[in-house]
């Protein structure tokens, strides 16, 4: 089964930026669809950012201008930028791949899309 992990967590203050770095052990990911989400306590898992296999990608409302998903191939890897950081950024950030395919790239921005998670690594953003 394909694991994913994901890195890059912590502490920082409002206004700061932040890298998070996931890999996969098994399909390389640019194999994938991948997708970023994010689950705050008492609250659903949402959609930060998900992108196709062609580079197609959608933003979260709330994220959208100051967050960015990119890939190195090279290094296997798929990151999340983090820019201006908000209080309210604040939850565990998940990794996910799927071998699902959809035309339109709203359908991957749900959980139920994607087939693989990462164990999810902790943001908080303090004022």
């Known amino acids: 089964q394909e694991q994913l992990v994901e890195s890059g967590g912590g502490l920082v203050q409002a206004g700061d930026s932040l890298r998070l770095s996931c890999t996969t052990s098994r399909r390389n990911i640019r194999n994938y669809g991948l997708g970023w989400f994010r689950q705050a306590p008492g609250k659903a898992r949402d959609v930060v950012v998900v992108q196709t296999t062609g580079g197609t990608t959608y933003y979260g409302s709330s994220v959208n201008g100051r967050f960015a998903i990119s890939r190195d191939i090279a290094k296997n890897t798929v990151y999340l930028q983090m820019n201006s950081l908000k209080p309210e950024d604040t939850a565990v950030y998940f990794c996910?791949?799927?071998?699902?395919?959809?035309?339109?790239?709203?359908?991957?921005?749900?959980?139920?899309?994607?087939?693989?998670w990462g164990q999810g690594t902790q943001v908080t953003v303090s004022l």
């Open positions: 996910a791949a799927t071998l699902k395919y959809y035309s339109e790239i709203i359908d991957y921005a749900r959980v139920g899309a994607f087939d693989y």
